[in-house]
């Protein structure tokens, strides 16, 4: 078994056919299938499915730990190369939309000065998909709403985040006091799909004050639904950072009574020790997380205490506990 039998497979499922993946691997197709075939040769089972093109479950699970032993091969040159201090390499980082929105900017703008060898790949997802890519390695690090529901991956708490109803500026319920949720029901809502974190804890909120949530519409994706709401097509409960700076003379984020601020943090696969890109890209999120320059409105640092944890409770947002603190005071806490 070797590293180009590896790469193969992986270029295999990733592309989709043999073809696909010498075109990948700027080589031609029949050194493809001979990696291949010698790795089936090797295991004593088929791999790929030559009537369909598609992996076998075999396949899928040799797929499933190459990405990780290709990850940390790659890792042990960009540490090696570290050593003289350029950080060399490729960081796959995964953020759910309302965060990529305004952390990647960021990123893009201090990273190519800081470590201009640096590649960074961005993958937009929600954070169930999440989970499930750091799992199979097809990412290296995701921003996301804690906690995670996978078990293979670690988590650091970056920041907390103000939830809220998003109404133009001079609109009756903006009147600087939180918006009783019984108010919700006489609004066109634009909301997230039933069954997802996000929906459960709004649908919570509501049920606790006596009343259930109509729609107007339901969408899998808070980036579809904050752009709609701010072309005027319904309200809608974002998190702060859904609201761009430059939208905040017209729209103001309204906190709702009972609807607590949200965990969001940073993920990365619990096996295996991140290299030196991954590192330097962990290093520089929580900088700029720290950075209230940088940081929507509504968005605090969490600081983790030695013996902190992360807990939740059924239809309640996750919290650091039990000296787990927020670093600094915003206005506008959507806790009431």
Known sequence: MDLRQLNAIVAISEHGSFSAAADALATVQSNVSTHVKKLERELGTALVDRSTGELTEAGQLV????????????????????????VVGTVRLGAIGTAARWIVPQLLDI??????????????????????????????????????????????????EDLGLVVPRGHPLDTGNPVDPALLTELPLMLPLPGSAYRNELDAVARAAGVALRPRAEMDSLRLIATLTFEGSGFSILPAGALPSFLEDSWVL???????????????????????????????LSEVVLDESRTPNGVRPVVMPP????????????????????????????AT
């Open 254 to 284: 309204v906190p709702v009574r009972g609807l607590q601020p949200r965990l969001v943090g940073v993920a990365q696969r619990r096996r295996g020790l991140p290299g030196a890109p991954v590192r330097a890209v962990l290093d520089i």
């Open 111 to 160: 990273v190519p000065s800081r470590h201009p060898l640096l590649h960074l790949v961005f993958v937009e997802a929600t954070a169930f998909g999440l989970d499930a890519q750091l799992a199979l390695g097809q990412v290296d690090l995701a921003v996301l709403t804690l906690p995670t529901s996978g078990s293979e991956v670690r988590t650091i708490p970056l920041f907390e």
């Open 307 to 334: 013996g902190a944890a992360i807990t939740t409770q059924p239809g309640r947002p996750a919290v650091v506990s039990p000296s787990g603190q927020s670093a600094g005071t915003r206005s506008g806490s959507a």
């Open 63 to 86: 797929v499933d730990r190459a990405r990780r032993v290709i990850g940390e091969l790659d890792a042990i040159t960009s540490d090696v190369t570290a050593l003289s201090h350029e």
